[in-house]
Every structure is written in structure tokens, then in C-alpha cells.
């Protein structure tokens, strides 16, 4: 277990530098993460792919919805029977509207619950972030033993860091 | 006809409008507007074209003077077997009744989009734009069988649906059928030459089965396919001047 | 040697007209862009307030006194009638909900494309569509008779044994607006959740720190974060096409489910959606000139971005007019005798004429005649003039197929008159200033201009010398693999 660190860079170059000699320093991929105000695509830092699975919200919404829609539109009218305009009780087609624009709605809240979820949003009291960032700085957090720490600092700092905060040590 | 049972114990209440006979005199209007509580609107409203009845008398006037004549034809609520009004309603105010095969309009429950209204092909639907007003002592003559509609609710003729239901109401407590001619909405009741004709269809004997077998029957806007249950008849030389 | 040097400037020159061509050329630093937008959107000038309380007390006249009056009176103080059942109310809703329909357009079809010159219009447009949506989801409580019982149009169990009718096409108008709104608010949200941390990241106060640190639900920009907001945003980009599409075919199906001559055609669906897309387009187009100018965002929106939606305007008048034909023509042919009357009343010395000879000069003439060149497309006044003349060509439109329809039926005894009384005028007026004020009150909230999709945009954009010229180019880094 080691204290976190965030190393803050001015362009995309410099971070990938940076990375490099944070992995030949022996720190795991999972211990270090990058921090960036525009999206940056993993390859490009050498970073491993994040997994896409919003798939498993989308879909299950889209069920519900749709379930809900057919609920609404086939089974209650049997509930509350009334005739209407000669039409049979329970009918496809004018049930179509209905049941599309519920898959539609379960499909856009699951959706929006499964941004939050996968990416574990909101997280208000997080610090391990600098506002530099959102000025276009790149940032490299990573944990850190003890024993190495001084010489990784000296490498990022020659790399460019133009800022290296103590993650836990710093006010939120 | 439409897609619900009919069973010979049911009735299937029908008007016959016999135009050749009908005399323009108006006496059905005002039959209606007391037996239904219906408000008058005064006559600023009416050009604005807030007229109230449930029935109107529409007059056609044909040819060139002196061989003018004048067409009369009564229009209210067609009881449509496939009424366009009904599917339209988004909280079902408005529906076909599985007993009397008439279109049913509930007051308190109607909140006044006015998507039926423009549904009707036959423009035979009302809207209640302020709430009426009954100006003593015209306030006692009011029908208690009749709701008073408040604004922002539709109406239109129900064939003096009260009136149906007393008749039914008091021949089963007697135990007794339903005579042909025992039902008269307000209209029919009202008319003087017998230009208004309610009864049961389904009844062989009775005179609208009779009448709407004649070779003068037509239905209007029949090509629409709204199965009206209302009867016009038409065809003979009779006219008024 | 000279003529080495004089190449020099050619390029040196060449650099610079590319760049003042495009915005994603012209790079400039995330700090600089930031301080710009969180400027403009910090400052309340003299005008801005005033603007504001105009606009607040045309809402509260229209919105609130008329409102009132209508509610506590009743439905006979508009002009509204029998048989125009229907008249400004449902005019106005159609209208705005077309207009909502330009965010979803520009945002949603362009992304999906990858056409880059969208990314400063997105956050305009899709304010645009989300305000549109709730301007017009006021008008079906507006013209309803008992608006307090609009409830009753909710599926919620109750002890009165009653359910709504979802076979009604208004039910489908409510389903479907609740969807679009939904769907159009977080597809607003969604890309602003950056944008909000940066506000965040240098506000001034403490208060406003925190307040912006809720609203972006503490975003910092990790690698997951940035993930699933991109597929999330790909999932809702071709969602909200067909929602978009569905909103204003069941709106249209208010009016072709009915057997009212004129209102029961096939076409009304496409017929529609055009249209929509076309007004949307037009008010678009205005809302950028006035954004452009009272922002001081001449550095974002450039001439490249007006031409194109010039462009954009000028293809959907070709559709428009194809579908409007279309419908016209088939109902001339077919000489059902109620048309025949509509027409008469709408053509040649008719007492509609001026409307109808009013929206084809409106939605053809003029815009074809301000955007066919260049020249006018990219000049700001004769696109805004262009986007105006569409959205009243438009709205006549809208009124000819309510009022001026309904007043002629297939019992010439009822044909009818309408015209619209002073209480559905201020609630016209109260309901454009609500969404005016919405817009001039979130241009204080949030920035505007989406900054990191810009700069997303110009790290992929570069000027390469090929040979002997300078040539911009894409370099695709969100495809690295």
C-alpha cells in the first residue's frame, strides 16, 4: 500500500513518456490512472481498453419498456373493458405507438443508470484530481511504494511534470 | 354491423327523422334545451358560433322565386355504431354502451381536449366555453334528472338516455316488455307532425323497424362508415314554403 | 532566392486563411477558450437584466394573468369556437414542438456522421430543443377545458376503477413528448457534465464551487468516466433520431387520425417531420446570429458554420415543398367536395388567401432567395432574416391546418369563423418570452459552447504541406486501436 500520487503534465507527449517510465519502474497498470479534460484514446497512452458494457443496461431497459408498454397497451385494456369507436378491445396496432415510445424511455434511463454506475459517477468527494486539468493538462495518478518514490518523482519531474500533488496529503 | 353482441332480449333504440314531414318549426330544440338542462348562450355567443342545442335544424333553400323551397333537416348525435369520437377521447369520456348500443358521454369525467368534437363528421358535438348561467326563475325549471355541466365539458345528445333508463326501470319492475312507443326522448316527444320517430329496432313490430325498411331510408354520410343509428327519410315531393 | 522567400508568404498567408476558415484549425488553448466562455457566461451587463425582466413579466402577463383568467372563466375568452374546436393553442404546440426538433437534427444527425463542424452549435441547439419542448408541453395543458383535472391522463391506479385510453392519439402526444423530453434533457446534460467541472474547477466562491461540483456529480476526467460517457452519448445520439422522428409523426397523427377533410392524409407523418426539421433549422439559425452577437462567440461560430446551415435550410426548402406538394396535389385530384370548399376558401379571393399565398412566399420564396449563394448564407443578417422567414411560413402553415381547416366541414350550415382573441395572443406572447427567458437565463448557468469538444476536435485537426501547398487534415484519434 503506498500514498497516492497525481503528476500533471502540459501535453499528451510528455504523459505518454511519463507512463513508460512509471511501468518500467515496476508499478502495475491498475495502480496508476490518467486524468485528462478532453477524451485521450487508451492506445495512444499505451493504456489498456476499458470495457464497454453499458450494453448490459441499454438492453435489460429496453425489456422493461417494452414490457411496460405492453402492459399499458394489451393487458389493461382487458381490465377496464370499454368500446370504443367499434374497434376490438385489444389491438395491436394502435399499440405500437405506445409500446415503441416506452422501449424508447426504458432504453434512455437505463442508459443514463448505467453512465453513472459503470463509470461510479457521482463522486463528489473525490481529491485526487487538479483544476489544471480541465485547463487541458493531462494527469498521471499513481500509487507509489516508499522505497522507489524519490526516484520516480526525479524521472517525472525531467519528463516535464509541471506539478506533482500528494494525493492524501492535499485539501479537497 | 359493429364488432359488439346483439342479443334478441337487447334493445336497439334507433331515430327516424322523416325530413319530408319535418315543418322547421323548431319545438324539438326547445324540447331539449329544457329536458337537458341545456344553457342559453344569448345571441353575441351565437355568432361567435357557441350555439348550444343539442339538435339543430338545418334549412336549405332550393330553387329560384317563386318556385322557392325550403329543405328542413334536424341533425343531433348519430349514435354512431363505429363513432369516430370514441377512440379519440384520452380518458375515455366518451364510449359505446354494450347495452343500449347508444354513444355514451360522461360529464365528470370529460376534460375538454375537444378531440371528439372535431372527430364527429356530423359536427353534432357541444363544448360548454363559460359555465352556464340560469337566471331566476328559470333556475326551477331545471330537470333533476340531468347533470348541469360546469366549463370545459362536452355534451351532445344522448337520446334522453334518462328517459330510456326510467322506461327499462319501471317495465322490469313490472315485469312487463318495453311497449313500442313507451320511450320518447324530449325531441319526439315534442314534434307535431310526428317527424321524430323513437323505438326499438330490434323489436319486428315496432314503427322504426317498419320505417327504416321504406324505400325512402337513407343514412347520412353513409360512405363514412360510421353506422349512424339515425334513420332520415326522404324521398316524397312534400315541402314547405 | 527570392522566390523562395515570396513562397514562404504565400504559405505563411495560405496558414492564416485556413485557419480563420475553420474553427478546428485555428488552435487556441484549453485555458484561453475556457476563460472566454466562463466570461461571457459570467456576465451580467445593464442589457441582460433588463432583457430579463421584460421577458419575466411578458411570461407572468401571458403565462400567468391570462392563463388564469381563461382558467377561472372558461374556454369561451379565446376565439375558439363550433367548429373550430381547435385554434392558436394547438397551432402554437405543433410549432413548437417543430422547433424542438433542431437540436436533435444537428446535434444527434451530425454526430452520428462525424461532420466536426457541429461541435460549437451541439449545447445551442440542444438547449434549443429541451426549452422548445417545455414551451410546447405547456399547450396541451393550455386548451384543455378542466386543465386541473389533467391527471386523469396518468395511468395510476385509483379507487374510481378508471384508466385512460392509450388508443387516443393524445395519449400518444404525452407518452411521446415525455420521452423526447426526457431523452433530449440528458442528451443536453450528458456533454455539459465536463464542461460543468471546468466552471467548477475556477469558480470564484465557495458556494458556487459546490454548486457546480453537484452538477457535474464531481467529474474529474478518468479513463472510465470518459469511456462510458462516449458510448452513453453514442447510445443516445441513435436513440434520439427515431424519438425525434416519432414526437412529431404522432403529433401529426392528432390531426390524421381524425376524418376531418383536409387533416385525414397519409403524408401528414413525413409530411410533419419535414416540416419540423425545417422550422427547427430556421429558429436555429436565428438563435446562433443573436448567440454570435451578444456572446461576442465570433471566434466559435464562423462563417463555415452559417453556410453549412444555410445549406441545411435551403435542402429541407426543397423537402418541405416536395412533401407540401405532395399533399396538395392529391387532394386537388381528388375532388372530395368538402376539399373543394377548403380550397376555394384558401385560394384566389378567398378570406384565407393572404395565409396560404403568405406561406408559400414565406417557406420558398424568400429562403431560396437569401441562401442560394454563399454570399447570403454566410452574411448573419440574411440567414437570421432567411431562418425568420421559414418559422412564419411555418406557423402559417400550422394555423391553416388547425383554424382554417376545421372552419370548413362537410355541412356548409356549420362552417365556421375564427379568429384569436386577446387572451390567446398574450398567452402566444407569454409562452415565445418564456422561451426566450429560458434561453437568456441559461446562458448565465452554463457555458454555451461545449470547450471540450472543441479542443477534442482541434488536437484531431492539422494544416500538412503536401507538395508545393498547405492542406488540412484529420487525424482520427478516437479511432486509435
Redesign the interface.
Known amino acids: 500500500m503506498g500514498a497516492r500520487y497525481l503528476a500533471l503534465f502540459d501535453d499528451v507527449e510528455q504523459a505518454v513518456e511519463a507512463l513508460e517510465s512509471l511501468r518500467t519502474a515496476g508499478i502495475p497498470e491498475n495502480n496508476i490512472?490518467?486524468?485528462?479534460?478532453?477524451?485521450?484514446?487508451?492506445?495512444?497512452l499505451g493504456?489498456p481498453k476499458?470495457a464497454?458494457l453499458?450494453a448490459r443496461w441499454?438492453l435489460p431497459g429496453a425489456i422493461l419498456g417494452l414490457g411496460a408498454g405492453v402492459f399499458?397497451?394489451l393487458v389493461?385494456?382487458t381490465?377496464?373493458p370499454?368500446?370504443?369507436?367499434?374497434?376490438?378491445i385489444v389491438s395491436l396496432t394502435?399499440?405500437m405507438?405506445?409500446i415503441?415510445?416506452?422501449t424508447?424511455?426504458g432504453?434512455?434511463?437505463a442508459?443514463?443508470v448505467?453512465?453513472?454506475a459503470?463509470?461510479?459517477?457521482?463522486?463528489?468527494?473525490?481529491v485526487?484530481?487538479h483544476?489544471a486539468?480541465?485547463?487541458?493538462a493531462i494527469?498521471v495518478l499513481f500509487q507509489c511504494e516508499e522505497r522507489s518514490l524519490g526516484q520516480v518523482l526525479e524521472r517525472l519531474n525531467n519528463l516535464g511534470a509541471f506539478e506533482i500533488i500528494d494525493v492524501d496529503r492535499s485539501e479537497p | 354491423m359493429?364488432?359488439?353482441n346483439e342479443s334478441v332480449n337487447e334493445h336497439r333504440w334507433v331515430m327516424v327523422v322523416d325530413v319530408d314531414k319535418c315543418t322547421g318549426c323548431g319545438a324539438c330544440i326547445t324540447a331539449c334545451y329544457a329536458e337537458n338542462n341545456i344553457p342559453i348562450v344569448g345571441e353575441e355567443e351565437i355568432q361567435k358560433g357557441r350555439h348550444m342545442g343539442w339538435v339543430r335544424i338545418e334549412r336549405y333553400w332550393e330553387g329560384e322565386y317563386p318556385n322557392i323551397r325550403a329543405r328542413f333537416l334536424p341533425i343531433m348525435c348519430q349514435q354512431c355504431?363505429?363513432?369516430?369520437?370514441?377512440?379519440v377521447?384520452p380518458v375515455?369520456a366518451?364510449?359505446?354502451s354494450?347495452t343500449e348500443h347508444i354513444n355514451i358521454q360522461v360529464y365528470n369525467r370529460c376534460v375538454g381536449t375537444r378531440f371528439c368534437a372535431n372527430n364527429c363528421p356530423y359536427i353534432t358535438r357541444v363544448f360548454n366555453w363559460y359555465d352556464p348561467v340560469f337566471p331566476e326563475p328559470l333556475h326551477e325549471q331545471l330537470n333533476p334528472d340531468v347533470t348541469v355541466r360546469s366549463r370545459g365539458i362536452m355534451e351532445k345528445c344522448t337520446f334522453c338516455i334518462q328517459r330510456i333508463r326510467q322506461v327499462e326501470e319501471d317495465a322490469k319492475s313490472e315485469g312487463r316488455p318495453i311497449e313500442d312507443g313507451e320511450v320518447q326522448p324530449a325531441c319526439v316527444q315534442a314534434c307535431p307532425t310526428e317527424a321524430l320517430v323513437f323505438g326499438d329496432l330490434n323489436d319486428p313490430n315496432s314503427k322504426v323497424a317498419r320505417l327504416a325498411q321504406s324505400r325512402r331510408a337513407f343514412r347520412l354520410l353513409e360512405d363514412l362508415g360510421t353506422?349512424p343509428a339515425v334513420i332520415y327519410l326522404k324521398g316524397g315531393d312534400a315541402h314547405v314554403v | 532566392m527570392s522566390s523562395d522567400r515570396k513562397h514562404v508568404q504565400e504559405l505563411a498567408h495560405l496558414e492564416q486563411e485556413l485557419k480563420a476558415s475553420d474553427l478546428l484549425l485555428d488552435r487556441r488553448?484549453?485555458?484561453e477558450m475556457?476563460y472566454e466562455v466562463m466570461h461571457a457566461m459570467e456576465r451580467i451587463s445593464l442589457g441582460w437584466l433588463l432583457a430579463a425582466f421584460v421577458l419575466g413579466g411578458l411570461v407572468f402577463l401571458g403565462l400567468g394573468l391570462a392563463w388564469a383568467y381563461q382558467i377561472k372563466w372558461g374556454l369561451g375568452v379565446a376565439g375558439i369556437n363550433r367548429p373550430v374546436f381547435w385554434g392558436v393553442y394547438i397551432a402554437n404546440f405543433v410549432f413548437w414542438i417543430g422547433i424542438s426538433h433542431a437540436g436533435t437534427l444537428i446535434s444527434a444527425i451530425l454526430r452520428s456522421v462525424g461532420a466536426e463542424w457541429r461541435r460549437p452549435i451541439t449545447r445551442a441547439a440542444e438547449a434549443m430543443t429541451v426549452f422548445a419542448l417545455i414551451v410546447a408541453g405547456i399547450y396541451p395543458l393550455l386548451h384543455m377545458g378542466r386543465t386541473w383535472r389533467f391527471y386523469w391522463m396518468l395511468?395510476m391506479p385509483n379507487q374510481r376503477?378508471?384508466?385512460p385510453?392509450?388508443?387516443s392519439p393524445l395519449?400518444?402526444d404525452m407518452?411521446?413528448i415525455?420521452?423526447y423530453l426526457?431523452?433530449s434533457m440528458?442528451f443536453l446534460y450528458?456533454p455539459l457534465i465536463?464542461d460543468l467541472?471546468?466552471v467548477r474547477?475556477?469558480s470564484k466562491t465557495k458556494l458556487r464551487k459546490r454548486l457546480f461540483?453537484?452538477l457535474s456529480?464531481?467529474?474529474?476526467?478518468?479513463?472510465?468516466?470518459?469511456?462510458?460517457?462516449?458510448?452513453?452519448m453514442t447510445?443516445?445520439t441513435f436513440?434520439i433520431i427515431?424519438?425525434a422522428a416519432?414526437v412529431h409523426t404522432?403529433v401529426s397523427?392528432d390531426f390524421a387520425m381524425s376524418n376531418v377533410p383536409g387533416w385525414k392524409s397519409t403524408i401528414f407523418g413525413p409530411y410533419f417531420v419535414v416540416g419540423a426539421i425545417y422550422s427547427g433549422v430556421g429558429a436555429l439559425g436565428v438563435v446562433l446570429v443573436l448567440v454570435r452577437k451578444f456572446m461576442g462567440f465570433q471566434y466559435y461560430l464562423r462563417d463555415q458554420h452559417f453556410d453549412n446551415i444555410g445549406k441545411i435550410m435551403l435542402t429541407m426548402t426543397f423537402f418541405w415543398t416536395y412533401f407540401w406538394f405532395n399533399g396538395y396535389l392529391t387532394e386537388w385530384y381528388g375532388a372530395e367536395t368538402a376539399l373543394d370548399f377548403l380550397r376555394e376558401f384558401m385560394t384566389y379571393r378567398g378570406g384565407a388567401a393572404p395565409l396560404f399565398y403568405g406561406m408559400l412566399v414565406t417557406n420558398i420564396l424568400i429562403p431560396i432567395s437569401l441562401l442560394w449563394s454563399r454570399a447570403g448564407r454566410t452574411t448573419p443578417w440574411t440567414l437570421a432574416l432567411a431562418g425568420i422567414s421559414i418559422n412564419v411560413g411555418m406557423y402559417l402553415e400550422r394555423y391553416i391546418i388547425v383554424p382554417v381547416t376545421l372552419s370548413r366541414n362537410r355541412f356548409p350550415f356549420m362552417w365556421g369563423h375564427y379568429v384569436p382573441s386577446p387572451v390567446e395572443v398574450l398567452i402566444s406572447i407569454g409562452s415565445l418570452s418564456l422561451f426566450i427567458l429560458l434561453y437568456v437565463l441559461l446562458s448565465r448557468v452554463v457555458p454555451l459552447i461545449s470547450v471540450?469538444?472543441i479542443?477534442?476536435g482541434q488536437?484531431m485537426h492539422v494544416i500538412r504541406r503536401v507538395g508545393q501547398t498547405l492542406v488540412p487534415g484529420v487525424i482520427h484519434?478516437?479511432?486509435?486501436?
Not at chain 1, 36 to 43: D, H, I, K, Q, T
Request: glycine share 6%.
Open positions: 490512472a490518467v486524468i485528462s479534460g478532453f477524451p485521450v484514446a487508451p492506445a495512444i493504456r476499458v464497454n453499458m441499454a399499458f397497451t389493461t385494456p381490465l377496464y370499454l368500446i370504443v369507436g367499434g374497434q376490438p394502435p399499440a405507438v405506445i415503441y415510445e416506452f424508447m424511455l432504453v434512455i434511463l442508459t443514463l448505467g453512465l453513472l459503470q463509470a461510479e459517477l457521482p463522486r463528489w468527494r473525490e485526487a484530481y483544476p486539468i480541465s485547463h487541458g494527469g | 359493429s364488432s359488439h355504431g363505429e363513432a369516430p369520437c370514441e377512440p377521447c375515455f366518451t364510449y359505446h354494450a353506422e | 488553448s484549453r485555458e475556457n395511468p376503477v378508471i384508466w385510453n392509450f388508443r395519449m400518444w407518452m411521446a415525455i420521452t426526457t431523452g440528458i450528458l465536463p467541472a471546468m474547477d475556477h461540483q453537484v456529480l464531481g467529474w474529474r476526467g478518468t479513463e472510465p468516466e470518459w469511456k462510458h460517457l462516449h458510448v452513453a447510445i443516445f436513440i427515431p424519438v416519432s404522432i397523427w471540450w469538444e479542443q477534442e488536437v484519434w478516437h479511432k486509435a486501436e
